[in-house]
Nanobody, 116 residues
Framework: QVQFVESGGGLVQPGGSLRLSCVTSGFVFSSYAINWYRQAPEKKREMVASISSGGESSVYADSVKGRFTISRDNTRNSAYLQMNDVILEDTALYYC?????????RGPGTQVTVSP
């Protein structure tokens, strides 16, 4: 079955960095775009970044542009989110998905907490 397992979150100070990982299984990874979303308490879910199936193109939310970088390794069925210069507003549960509108089970996500 389709699975997503996110990791790499933690507690980080403003201005710090984290690298999130998303390991997948159960589908042909190289055939799908991969997206990173985040969900903060009492806030709407936000798509943070997306990368095309081959990794040639990516898009970012305005709120993270210039600070976050999405990447993927199709040989490892994995995607990554490099988070630099984090700010308090980056605090959220981060999780990954594939494609658009596919009703896969969500992974557990990885919590990122930015605090002085």
């Amino acid at each position: 079955q389709v699975q997503f397992v996110e990791s790499g979150g933690g507690l980080v100070q403003p201005g710090g960095s984290l690298r999130l990982s998303c390991v997948t299984s159960g589908f042909v990874f190289s055939s799908y775009a991969i997206n990173w979303y985040r969900q903060a308490p009492e806030k709407k879910r936000e798509m943070v970044a997306s990368i095309s199936s081959g990794g040639e193109s990516s898009v970012y939310a305005d709120s993270v542009k210039g600070r976050f970088t999405i990447s993927r390794d199709n040989t490892r069925n994995s995607a990554y989110l490099q988070m630099n210069d984090v700010i308090l507003e980056d605090t959220a549960l981060y999780y990954c998905t594939r494609g658009a509108g596919i009703p896969d089970p969500r992974g557990p996500g990885t919590q990122v907490t930015v605090s002085p």
